[in-house]
């Protein structure tokens, strides 16, 4: 496993810094703490994700170790990017 690595999807321009990945098997988790809401800039990773696991062979998975509001879930859904949340 590798800390903060760059994701590049060259299909559509793409780039994301992601927490953890495993480029040996192109596995990246998207780690996030405290509470999180829908925002513009959590949008923007959202989108980007979505775009590049539809490009490449990178699976993207967000980890909530608190919170994440209805919104933010239910756009995860409709990108088809998998979650977990908790421990």
Known sequence: MEKET????T?????RRLDIANSEINEAIEH????????????????????????TDWEIRWHF???A??????KLDELG???TIGN
């Open 81 to 83: 990017t998998q979650y």
């Open 65 to 67: 170790d608190d919170y």
């Open 32 to 55: 996030k703490t405290g509470k999180q809401y829908l925002s513009k800039g959590i949008l923007s990773e959202a989108e980007r994700d979505a775009k590049i696991m539809e490009n």
């Open 69 to 74: 509001s209805k919104p933010l879930l239910s």
């Open 11 to 15: 299909t559509s321009g793409t780039s």
């Open 6 to 9: 760059t994701i590049k999807d």
